[in-house]
């Protein structure tokens, strides 16, 4: 069987941390939450639900902690690394679908699409407005043609932990780890996903802020 | 003639006040030379305003010289900008990865 790392960054997530981790736990061997500098008791509480807790002493950012969390399961010798969020937007039992392929060996690294499945009702601007400008940069820039090209649930073998590190600490990562798998010509899936919706994530502001840093990693690199 | 009087007053005022801040250590010796070289070359630029006119003219430029130096003037500060940001974001890494290893270590 494989053994299977979920990695969930939380930032002051003190009030869905405990049962997300509790519902996640029995679908994986490790659950890693990377405690982004919470000021609240999110690490106790993440503890307490059984979970791995990495500190980051200072807030670096989404990506940032999802590559710590990375470190920490090629470390513990993961077969297939699992990326959640804290906030209690995705479903547990959406794990299994996410990694099925893999386990399959029908793909190397698997996206949650929240556009593949009929039963999401994301906000109104993000779906009409955020989401479409965000698939014609990513066709225009870099010839992908995902569904959801902002999807946070992703699943991916050894093969691609080995070689992805992700360099953007903010929420650019999405786009830079599908920029990854596509560079790399990795086998590539999609899965649909459901996504219940708390917050409205990032708006037209973010989007922005993830072109631009997108731009200087390219720049310094 | 009293506005280049006065632009030569303030450049004066800065690099008064660059020369106070090596004083105290507060900039490095390379940090002062920079500056210096800079605010040199602008009462320079103030002082042959003349030359340039007549060396904007001979570029087949219309307009007068002190546009040109404007327009120079704004293109240094964007990329100065520019540098600056890319020196931040180089920083960012760097506390990203030092946080990391420690979180790490732990």
């Not at chain 1, 996640?24 to 807790?53: C, H, M, R, Y």
């Not at chain 1, 999405?174 to 708390?198: D, G, L, Q, W």
């Not at chain 2, 007068?64 to 890319?86: D, K, Q």
Request: charged share 25%; aromatic share 10%.
């Amino acid at each position: 069987m494989a053994n299977i790392a979920i990695i969930i960054p939380a930032l002051n997530e003190s009030r869905s941390i405990f049962p997300v981790v509790s519902e996640v736990k029995p679908l994986a061997t490790w659950v890693i939450v990377v405690n982004d500098g919470s000021t609240d008791n999110t690490q106790e509480l993440a503890q307490k639900a059984g979970a791995l807790v990495i500190n980051h002493k200072t807030n670096r950012g989404q990506g940032a902690a999802l590559e710590t969390g990375d470190r920490k399961a090629k470390e513990l010798g993961a077969d297939i690394i699992v990326h959640f969020d804290a906030d209690g937007q995705f479903l547990a039992t959406d794990i299994r679908k996410v990694c099925q392929p893999i386990i399959d060996n029908q793909a190397d690294i698997v996206f949650g699409s929240r556009f593949l499945s009929s039963s999401n009702e994301l906000p109104w601007l993000k779906k009409n407005i955020i989401m479409p400008i965000a698939k014609i940069v990513s066709r225009l820039f870099w010839d992908i043609r995902l569904s959801d090209p902002q999807s946070g649930f992703r699943a991916f073998n050894k093969k691609v932990a080995d070689k992805l590190v992700i360099e953007n600490d903010g929420m650019a990562h999405c786009s830079e780890i599908i920029i990854f798998a596509h560079k790399n010509k990795y086998r590539i899936k999609e899965v649909p996903i459901t996504v219940i919706y708390h917050r409205f994530g990032q708006n037209l502001g973010g989007g922005l802020r993830i072109i631009k840093d997108l731009i200087y990693k390219n720049i310094i690199q | 003639m009293w506005q280049q009087i006065i632009a030569l007053i303030i450049i004066l005022f800065f690099i008064w006040r660059l020369a106070i801040q090596k004083k105290k250590h507060k900039i490095t010796k390379n940090e002062f030379s920079f500056w210096l070289v800079f605010w040199s070359i602008a009462a320079l630029a103030i002082l042959g305003l003349k030359f340039i006119d007549k060396l904007v003219i001979q570029l087949g430029l219309s307009g007068a010289g002190i546009n040109y130096l404007l327009y120079v003037a704004v293109l240094i500060l964007f990329y100065m900008l520019f540098r600056t940001r890319l020196k931040i974001v180089k920083i960012e890494r760097d506390i990203t990865r030092l946080t990391r290893d420690e979180a790490l270590k732990e």
